[in-house]
């Protein structure tokens, strides 16, 4: 379907208001056009707490990452007094990019005409300024970006203006508490570069409608209860599923002890919550692992995916032998969902892409595009 002249037009959107199983989904336009694109990134990402991984990524002072999210050059660095904290990565004499990848500095010196920071972003050299009126080192540190944690995980937030982190996630941590996240171990990230919008992907992982289909030969086979999504108090839904065994495991295989704090549902499944607006976890009898997305354009995202593990797990000596299985599961299932949603994303990319309906099946997909309206569309 072609983009509207007044894509922003709450009109355009009335069937997707209508309750699930009398709505349509949302127009193709949404996930192609860089109007809406740039829409969401003014009033969605820019505007609330972004998931950006685990502290345990840099755990030494001077470790840092850097990566672009929605079109902000970002850097994380541990400090010295072991605080992890964010900002822009740019300098601030004439914005060039700082730090690329992961790494350990000591400092922080642009390549351009080495402006020279300490890891806690404040400025220490600035060569050939002296003659400059009025120019203060202590006024041209790197813009900080506001940074909180929950369970060992960083989020980020580029609007001073919104509440805090807990305010955000709600009662998620209470849902979550008995998984003990402080004492998980990151043992893997594995990144993806998609070519599909980030919806699309979220989506996806968000119903189990596609599972037989998509995951016939892998996540199919493991046995489920599939129960309403779950009653979330927060930014963020979510499904939780009923079932005996590890739902991080290819069925048949097993693997490693269960967490041992486990409690209530907690103890009986898995939780499946999507952090508004792009992260979603899976919290399991033995792990827990991450999709992170990081918006790109209107038709491309970076998918981060991250497994944990409990820090007693983790030291076993036959760790190494048993997570493989783990990962192995996780390298077949996610390029599954990946491909399929390249596909949906060039079959959106037609001018004769329709409406569609929505099934008993996608409750939350239904939820999240109603929940991104609320915030892209004029109120």
């Known amino acids: 379907?072609?983009?509207?002249?007044?894509?922003?037009?709450?009109?355009?959107?009335?069937?997707?208001?209508?309750?699930?199983?009398?709505?349509?989904?949302?127009?193709?336009?949404?996930?192609?056009?860089?109007?809406?694109?740039?829409?969401?990134?003014?009033?969605?990402?820019?505007?609330?707490?972004?998931?950006?991984?685990?502290?345990?990524?840099?755990?030494?002072?001077?470790?840092?990452?850097?990566?672009?999210?929605?079109?902000?050059?970002?850097?994380?660095?541990?400090?010295?007094?072991?605080?992890?904290?964010?900002?822009v990565n740019v300098c601030r004499h004439r914005g060039t990019k700082l730090l690329d990848g992961k790494g350990n500095a000591t400092a922080i010196k642009c390549p351009y005409h080495s402006w020279t920071y300490a890891i806690d972003g404040t400025l220490e050299i600035a060569p050939q300024m002296e003659e400059t009126v009025g120019f203060d080192k202590t006024a041209y540190g790197l813009k900080?970006?506001?940074?909180?944690?929950?369970?060992?995980?960083?989020?980020?937030?580029?609007?001073?203006?919104?509440?805090?982190?807990?305010?955000?996630?709600?009662?998620?941590?209470?849902?979550?508490?008995?998984?003990?996240?402080?004492?998980?171990?990151?043992?893997?990230?594995?990144?993806?570069?998609l070519a599909?919008?980030?919806?699309?992907?979220?989506?996806n992982a968000m119903e189990s409608y596609h599972v037989p289909t998509v995951h016939g030969g892998t996540l199919q086979k493991q046995w489920r209860d599939i129960n309403p999504p779950i009653d979330a108090h927060g930014q963020y839904c979510g499904l939780y599923t009923r079932h005996q065994g590890s739902r991080a495991l290819l069925a048949g295989e097993t693997g490693f002890p269960y967490i041992?704090?486990?409690?209530?549902?907690?103890?009986?499944g898995t939780y499946y919550p999507l952090i508004y607006p792009s992260t979603m976890f899976g919290c399991t009898y033995d792990c827990v692992w991450w999709l992170e997305l990081h918006p790109m354009g209107p038709a491309r995202t970076k998918l981060i995916?991250?497994?944990?593990?409990?820090?007693?797990?983790?030291?076993?000596?036959?760790?190494?032998?048993?997570?493989?299985?783990?990962?192995?599961?996780?390298?077949?299932?996610?390029?599954?969902?990946?491909?399929?949603?390249?596909?949906?994303?060039?079959?959106?990319?037609?001018?004769?892409?329709?409406?569609?309906?929505?099934?008993?099946?996608?409750p939350l997909v239904h939820t999240i595009d109603n929940w991104v309206l609320d915030r892209v569309l004029d109120q």
């Open 305 to 362: 995916v991250g497994s944990c593990f409990p820090r007693a797990t983790v030291a076993r000596p036959d760790f190494d032998d048993v997570v493989a299985r783990y990962y192995r599961r996780w390298d077949l299932s996610i390029p599954e969902d990946n491909v399929i949603s390249e596909r949906q994303q060039e079959g959106l990319a037609s001018p004769f892409s329709p409406h569609g309906r929505f099934s008993y099946m996608e």
């Open 144 to 193: 900080p970006i506001r940074l909180e944690t929950w369970g060992g995980f960083l989020f980020i937030a580029f609007d001073d203006r919104v509440d805090g982190l807990a305010s955000h996630l709600g009662d998620l941590p209470r849902v979550l508490e008995s998984y003990g996240l402080d004492d998980l171990v990151c043992t893997r990230r594995k990144t993806y570069d």
């Open 1 to 87: 379907m072609s983009e509207p002249l007044e894509q922003f037009n709450p009109a355009h959107y009335a069937g997707v208001r209508r309750p699930l199983l009398e709505a349509e989904t949302l127009p193709a336009w949404c996930y192609t056009s860089k109007a809406f694109y740039d829409r969401e990134v003014e009033r969605i990402f820019m505007r609330v707490w972004n998931f950006v991984g685990r502290a345990d990524a840099i755990p030494r002072a001077g470790d840092y990452m850097a990566f672009d999210f929605a079109g902000v050059p970002v850097v994380l660095i541990r400090g010295k007094d072991r605080e992890v904290r964010a900002f």
């Open 196 to 203: 599909c919008n980030w919806k699309v992907y979220v989506e």
């Open 260 to 268: 041992a704090s486990l409690q209530g549902d907690a103890a009986a």
